[in-house]
């Protein structure tokens, strides 16, 4: 088995332990939600019920409602007689995702001051992995990393509510990165600013490191809108 069939594999039976434990609509969609994420599916992707059904032994009922679920968070979407399909995202959507990035993380940036070492952790854990992933040149797996490091930093607000919403913010995000042709172009310079960023807030300084992340933030809607447009 290739690499990349030990990963899927590997994943496939991570997803069904965790189904096991509570098989529901909302755990389905958990898992679809997770494969956006990671860029199992891409954007205009027709998914068929049949393959998920066998994939996490759950009915097509569940399935069907973990659809309808996703397509409230707008990854997916329903077209009358042809199915569901992954959405894909207008120079809009990326405006209005910068939009709610930038009030979320910066905020949660500047009340970091002062975070122990341990509420960083996930943040180096993050910016470790992306440099792994771009030293052996896996890029889709460096623009991974880079999800989990946004996702590290809004952690540091310490919200369940704006962590799940976090979650379904980077589920788009994956949408809208894939209209990038070339990920290690687009990936590979926000390597040193993920660092510079958690050497600030590990220096104390949280307010840098937030004027350095809404530089950040700006620059990548700039490219992605134009990718779009």
């Not at 042709?181 to 926000?190: L, S, T, V």
Request: a negative charge; hydrophobic letters at 45%.
């Amino acid at each position: 088995m290739t690499e990349t069939g030990v990963r899927a594999a590997d994943r496939l039976a991570a997803e069904r332990a965790m189904l096991d434990r509570t098989s529901t609509a909302e755990r389905v969609a958990w898992v679809l939600r997770q494969r956006i994420t990671e860029g199992v599916y891409e954007p205009g992707e027709r998914l068929s019920e049949g393959p998920i059904v066998d994939d996490l032994d759950v009915s097509r009922n569940t399935v069907r409602e973990a659809f309808r679920l996703l397509s409230h968070e707008r990854l997916l979407v329903h077209e009358l007689n042809r199915g569901v399909f992954v959405r894909r995202l207008t120079a809009a959507d990326v405006t209005d995702l910068y939009r709610l990035r930038r009030l979320v993380e910066c905020a949660a940036v500047r009340q970091a001051a002062g975070s122990s070492p341990d509420g960083l952790a996930a943040l180096r854990e993050a910016v470790h992995a992306a440099e792994r992933a771009a030293a052996e040149g896996r890029w889709e797996d460096v623009g991974t990393a880079n999800m989990g490091f946004h996702r590290a930093v809004v952690a540091l607000a310490g919200s369940e509510r704006l962590d799940q919403m976090m979650r379904q913010t980077l589920a788009e995000l994956r949408l809208v990165f894939l209209a990038m042709r070339n990920p290690r172009a687009f990936h590979e310079p926000y390597l040193a600013r993920n660092r510079e960023i958690l050497g600030r807030l590990t220096e104390g300084d949280a307010e840098g490191a937030a004027r350095l992340l809404e530089g950040y933030l700006a620059e990548a809607e700039r490219q992605l809108v134009e990718a779009h447009s």
